[in-house]
């Protein structure tokens, strides 16, 4: 799980992102991200439809992959970055592991968010 810090709070905060985000897109998920120049901290989240998986129970367990993943990549991203990743492919749920991180690392080298 990622801190409190870390983590956007309330309805209006990823409508920013989404607004006026640049995309990334891979096969599996899409990075929207942005800087936030007010903010000393990284703020991530992920979206997972419910037109991707049914279920309550995949798509939180889609989110805890990715989240920890995301949570060992934290302190190389830089500071003030917003980013969304929003996952178009119930494909995550079978992947391995090393395909997940490879996949967010390839989507955060190509965003330019790394230090």
Do not use: C, W
Not at 60 to 77: D, F, S
Not at 106 to 111: E, G, H, P, T, Y
């Amino acid at each position: 799980m990622l801190a409190f810090r870390n983590r956007f709070h309330g309805h209006g905060s990823l409508k920013y992102v989404y607004t006026h985000g640049k995309a990334i897109r891979s096969r599996l998920v899409t990075l929207k991200y942005t800087t936030h120049p007010k903010r000393k901290d990284q703020r991530i989240a992920v979206v997972v439809s419910k037109k991707v998986v049914k279920g309550a129970v995949g798509r939180n367990r889609i989110r805890r992959r990715i989240y920890e993943v995301v949570r060992h990549e934290l302190p190389n991203v830089q500071p003030s970055k917003d980013l969304v990743l929003i996952v178009f492919s119930a494909e995550l749920l079978t992947i391995t592991h090393e395909e997940l991180v490879s996949t967010i690392q390839q989507l955060f080298k190509d965003a330019g968010v790394y230090r």
